[in-house]
């Protein structure tokens, strides 16, 4: 009797012992799912953070470049009429500039750019410095010409120079050129115009002439724009050095380069020996007044 009692209390125990663990196991059942449940939860609120993020991110992105894009246009509206008002202003400018150029005779303004051309007189003056150096061919040709001066003024009978007279010579041709002969070619053209020359009133056809009777014309009165600055070197370097080759030869430049360059390339229309001869023959009286303007005078 004691032993089933005895069972029956065992029986009951391991009857509360396995209820207790189905409790346990229940309660821990219960647990995992609610830690999977807060775990789902919570994985589902950083999803629903972390997207909500990334919407604000980008609509704020999107905001910054509408906001950047929007300034970017306006300075760039601002820009195009700030050049706009620049250029229109540059215009303004211009026009009023060549209306005035206009009312005082300017009708090319592009033609007013020749006057840097005189640079080029003062740019070509060490080049007559080195072609006219003492035994060049320059000086040869010089005294060429003064030897041959010399042989016409004394009727064939010598061509001999002295030294202290070249400079005389030289002015003896080119007086004779420029007053003698090219004023006689230049009559000539006028009387060969359409319009003929009246000797009572030589000068009043002048601006009528064309073609040949123009040129002899004009390269007549160029030679009389060049001889007195010329002149006016030639007699100081006579006054001051008569017997300095260097500038007899740069002096000698001058006349050849007008008298047997210039001139005929004028007559006969070519322009770029002309052009340059004129260069020369300038920058070589240039160059002897800079040259007298260190000699002493004695």
């Known amino acids: 009797m004691a032993g089933r009692d005895f069972n029956?209390?065992?029986?009951?125990?391991?009857?509360?012992?396995?209820?207790?663990?189905?409790?346990?196991?229940?309660?821990?059942?219960?647990?995992?799912?609610?830690?999977?449940?807060?775990?789902?939860?919570?994985?589902?609120?950083?999803r629903e953070k972390a997207e909500q993020a990334d919407r604000i991110t980008r609509e704020k992105a999107e905001q910054a470049d509408r906001y950047a894009r929007e300034k970017a246009g306006e300075a760039e509206r601002i820009a195009k009429q700030k050049a706009q008002q620049v250029e229109r202003a540059a215009k303004d400018a211009e026009q009023t500039v060549l209306q005035k150029l206009r009312e005082d005779g300017v009708e090319n303004p592009a033609g007013l750019s020749?006057?840097?051309?005189?640079?080029?007189?003062?740019?070509?003056?060490?080049?007559?410095?080195?072609?006219?150096?003492?035994?060049?061919?320059?000086?040869?040709?010089?005294?060429?010409?003064?030897?041959?001066?010399?042989?016409?003024?004394?009727?064939?009978?010598t061509s001999?120079?002295?030294?202290?007279?070249?400079?005389a010579a030289l002015a003896g041709l080119y007086v004779t050129v420029t007053y003698a002969l090219s004023g006689a070619g230049s009559a000539a053209g006028q009387a060969s115009s359409a319009q003929g020359r009246d000797n009572n009133h030589p000068r009043a056809n002048v601006t009528n002439l064309r073609g040949l009777p123009l040129r002899l014309y004009s390269a007549h009165y160029n030679l009389l724009e060049m001889f007195p600055s010329w002149a006016i070197s030639a007699a100081l370097a006579q006054a001051i050095a008569p017997s300095d080759q260097s500038l007899i030869n740069l002096l000698g430049l001058h006349v050849i380069s007008k008298v047997f360059v210039y001139y005929p390339s004028y007559i006969f229309n070519v322009s770029v020996p002309r052009t340059l001869a004129h260069i020369v023959a300038t920058a070589s009286v240039i160059n002897v007044a800079l040259r007298l303007a260190k000699k002493p005078l004695i």
Do not use: C, M, Y
């Not at 663990?21 to 830690?35: G, L, P, S």
């Not at 080049?127 to 040869?140: D, F, H």
């Open 114 to 157: 020749l006057a840097a051309f005189g640079g080029l007189f003062l740019a070509a003056i060490p080049l007559t410095s080195w072609i006219a150096q003492p035994n060049s061919l320059v000086e040869k040709a010089v005294n060429g010409v003064v030897g041959s001066v010399g042989w016409l003024s004394s009727a064939g009978s």
């Open 160 to 167: 001999t120079i002295p030294q202290t007279g070249k400079i």
């Open 8 to 46: 029956d209390v065992a029986d009951k125990t391991a009857d509360k012992a396995h209820e207790t663990v189905d409790q346990a196991n229940r309660a821990a059942k219960n647990a995992n799912e609610t830690a999977r449940e807060k775990a789902e939860q919570a994985e589902r609120v950083t």
